[in-house]
């Protein structure tokens, strides 16, 4: 499944009618925008590899109970239909929520590696150096979506029967800065049908 997840990351980020660099310039300008593509694009692209160390985590007797919860969701969302950011339409860009989540509670536990002994895989450990970069980037970017995916992080520290539906149910709403990319590729989209469907039509003008 990863490998699988690496591969098509690798190839949405090497195609270049992917939407990723124009939905950041649409959010934030095109001068704004060569501060956040880079950075968020490694963070997705390193979204497998931490992926593998929160399950590798996950089954650490030396996690906290909260922790173990967090990794928990952490899989339970990328698994859920529902999310923040729909990768349909939005191609790279769409799956800046799946590794934002990914990515805070990567650093989450991290931040308790002095107490529980965790540590990074080897490999791992220049990225472990980069994650609290990306997350402020990412907050920058698009604060709502964020701001809705912290509280759902905190709610699931303290979900004690596991039970995360109610808390995934949540990103089904998206936020205002999603729903105003979806809803323009959306308009554009309807431009082009409305053209098209003029098209059909016999002008009656003489000609």
Same mark, same amino acid.
């Given at each position: ?16 009618k992917?939407?990723?660099t ?29 992926? @593998? ?6 089954? $650490? ?12 969701? @952490? ?11 729909p990768?349909?339409g ?6 800046? +929520? ?5 990515a ?9 590696? +002095?107490s ?27 604060p709502?979506?964020?701001? @809705? ?5 905190? +709610? ?9 539906? $109610? ?25 082009f049908? +409305? ?13």
């Amino acid at each position: 499944m990863l490998n699988a997840l690496k591969n098509q990351l690798k190839l949405m980020a090497a195609d270049p009618k992917d939407p990723f660099t124009s939905t950041i310039r649409k959010l934030v300008g095109a001068r704004e925008a060569v501060h956040y593509e880079g950075p968020l694009r490694r963070m997705i692209l390193a979204m497998p590899s931490m992926i @593998a160390q929160i399950r590798g985590w996950f089954f $650490e007797s030396e996690s906290s109970a909260p922790s173990r919860r967090l990794h928990g969701f @952490a899989m339970a969302y990328l698994y859920s239909p529902d999310d923040l950011l729909p990768e349909h339409g939005l191609g790279l860009f769409g799956y800046l +929520d799946d590794a934002y989540l990914v990515a805070k509670v990567y650093h989450r536990s991290m931040s308790e590696a +002095d107490s529980t002994g965790l540590r990074p895989f080897p490999e791992d450990e220049k990225l472990s150096q980069e994650v609290s970069q990306w997350i402020d980037l990412a907050k920058r970017l698009l604060p709502e979506e964020t701001a @809705a995916m912290d509280r759902m992080l905190d +709610d699931a520290a303290h979900k004690r029967d596991g039970n995360f539906s $109610e808390l995934l149910s949540r990103a089904a709403k998206g936020g205002r800065a999603v729903r105003r990319l979806v809803g323009g590729m959306s308009n554009h989209r309807r431009l082009f049908q +409305d053209a098209a469907a003029l098209r059909q039509f016999p002008r009656n003008d003489g000609h």
